[in-house]
């Protein structure tokens, strides 16, 4: 049976969805998305991502297409139509069609796009190995945009080594993953994850947890690492809005937490869905 998806206003079977050939989205990748996690049939996190889509847009000069209120019924909406109890929700919006211009119309109308992903989110985690690349992706990182190709690129490049995803490195320091945060634990059980700024994605599951370990007493510091002293360090994590937290066990052939998961990662990440099933809408 084939999914409902929402497509500018309309619920319909993902093989009737369609948009502009003139999209700008397709075109120009003049577009943001969100996804969101499903829990029990609600919505994970949900205002972080209303808030932060709406950040996405107004850094690109787009207004929000829908109030939150709105969007959220939307959510729900698909929820139902596809009967799914766990998985995510995808969300695009592009600034719209029109013939193809590098500058942009002022007051085109947007295309909004909606989509579910009936997949296990809860389950144990293995742990993921990761290789090191340099990160050649645009240099606002901070706007959740379409512009995937840099990261689909290296998460190719890992896959052809044998691996699961690859941190991405800038000017010595890691950045981020693929499509996640990136942490460490080090030997005196401090969580490093890099600083906020246009260099990397403003995570909504990393907001979540770095507030869950500082409730629990967890020291917290904001800075960027290398991979020397992630290789160093006692734990490795990512962070994302699909895989909660998931253990890095593997960075560039050296073994991370005797090549298993770590107590930090599995603690926060039993804490991330506990706290996520009692706060979904």
Not at 140 to 152: E, N
Not at 153 to 176: I, R, S, Y
Request: aromatic residues 8%; hydrophobic residues 40%.
């Amino acid at each position: 049976m084939s999914r409902i998806v929402y497509v500018n206003g309309a619920y319909v079977p993902e093989e009737e969805a369609t948009v502009s050939v003139f999209d700008r989205g397709f075109l120009f990748a003049d577009a943001v998305y969100e996804v969101t996690a499903v829990l029990d049939g609600k919505i994970v996190d949900y205002p972080g991502h209303v808030a932060r889509l709406e950040r996405s847009l107004g850094e690109l000069q787009m207004g929000m297409p829908f109030s939150s209120d709105d969007l959220l019924e939307v959510h729900r909406e698909l929820v139902r139509r596809n009967s799914m109890d766990e998985g995510a929700i995808y969300l695009q919006v592009t600034r719209g069609a029109a013939d193809r211009d590098f500058a942009f119309p002022k007051h085109a109308e947007q295309t909004v796009v909606l989509f579910t992903q009936a997949k296990p989110l809860t389950g144990a985690k293995k742990g993921i190995r990761v290789i090191s690349l340099p990160d050649m992706r645009w240099g606002r990182r901070d706007i959740k945009t379409v512009q995937l190709l840099a990261p689909s690129m290296a998460k190719m490049a890992a896959k052809a080594e044998g691996k699961d995803d690859a941190w991405l490195v800038q000017n010595g320091f890691v950045t981020e993953g693929t499509s996640n945060n990136a942490y460490i634990v080090t030997r005196e059980g401090k969580i490093v994850t890099r600083n906020l700024s246009s260099s990397i994605l403003h995570g909504i599951t990393r907001a979540a947890v770095l507030k869950l370990a500082a409730e629990r007493g967890m020291e917290v510091e904001e800075r960027p690492f290398t991979i020397e002293e992630a290789q160093q360090a006692a734990e490795a994590f990512v962070t994302a809005a699909t895989t909660f937290v998931c253990p890095v066990i593997e960075i560039d052939g050296v073994a991370i937490s005797g090549g298993k998961p770590g107590p930090v990662a599995e603690r926060l990440n039993e804490l991330y869905i506990e706290t996520g099933r009692k706060s979904a809408l």
